[in-house]
């Protein structure tokens, strides 16, 4: 009898940490403006990170990564980005969230693969960083 309550007990106690939400998109705030897209630097441009006007010209399966916003989901793992020059299409698994609940209004570098399908460019995510 002692062992099954310690074993209740355990249970009840350990249900907090199973209902821990494991981060993702959230579209309750507006995306800003593309103009301020910035990462805390005035007056230059970073030279680390490409732009998604350059990854529409790049060839299939290229590593890219971008700066901007998530600002909407268009399906299950597809969502759209936006940087200062454009938009692209990307899928972010859940995997990949790290735990943070991501909006619109925060600034995420991304890191992948370019896919071309068609005229249709998009990146596969397979590194997400929160600013």
């Not at 005035?42 to 006007?53: I, M, N, P, Y």
Request: charged residues 30%; neutral net charge.
């Amino acid at each position: 009898m002692k062992k099954l309550t310690i074993a209740a007990l355990l249970t009840v106690m350990t249900l907090p940490a199973f209902a821990e939400d494991n981060g993702g998109f959230k579209a309750d705030e507006p995306a800003p403006p593309p103009q301020k897209q910035d990462a805390g630097i005035r007056g230059s441009e970073d030279a680390r990170g490409a732009t998604v006007e350059l990854a529409r010209t790049m060839r299939q399966d290229a590593w890219v990564t971008l700066e901007g916003h998530i600002i909407k989901k268009t399906g299950k793992d597809q969502f759209e980005f936006r940087d200062k020059t454009g938009t692209v299409g990307i899928t972010v698994g859940g995997n990949r969230w790290n735990g943070d609940d991501v909006t619109p209004e925060d600034l995420v570098m991304i890191s992948g693969r370019v896919k071309h399908e068609g005229k249709q460019t998009h990146v596969v995510v397979e590194h997400l960083l929160k600013q």
